[in-house]
Nanobody
Framework: QVQLVESGGGSVQAGASLRLSCAASGRPLSRYAMGWFRQPAGKEREFAAAIDWSGANTDYPDSVKGRFTISRDNAKSTVYLQMNSLRAEDTAVYYC????????????????WGQGTQVIVSS
């Protein structure tokens, strides 16, 4: 099965940008549709972005649309989440997730998860 490791989190000011990376190992990344989810402290996990197997299709919730961009490089076995114009409400632990069979906004689609990376945005 695939193993996922996120990186790139940190503490930034509102309006700044961050790029998160999710490195996959164990199986070719091309086998998996990928998603990014986030979990603010004390709240439920929520959908942040998804990309299909080839990268041709992406999906975002309204809360990040126009600010976040998900992309993938199957040759490098890495998925990215470019986050621009960050807001305090983007503060959360960010997780990447993988699925061989489905993609979209539901966490239940994704059986494989990374350990998460913390993003803190101060206003």
């Amino acid at each position: 099965q695939v193993q996922l490791v996120e990186s790139g989190g940190g503490s930034v000011q509102a309006g700044a940008s961050l790029r998160l990376s999710c490195a996959a190992s164990g199986r070719p990344l091309s086998r998996y549709a990928m998603g990014w989810f986030r979990q603010p402290a004390g709240k439920e996990r929520e959908f942040a972005a998804a990309i299909d197997w080839s990268g041709a299709n992406t999906d975002y919730p309204d809360s990040v649309k126009g600010r976040f961009t998900i992309s993938r490089d199957n040759a490098k076995s890495t998925v990215y989440l470019q986050m621009n114009s960050l807001r305090a409400e983007d503060t959360a632990v960010y997780y990447c997730a993988a699925s061989e069979t489905a993609w979209g906004s539901k966490a239940a689609f994704y059986p494989y998860w990374g350990q998460g990376t913390q993003v803190i945005v101060s206003s």
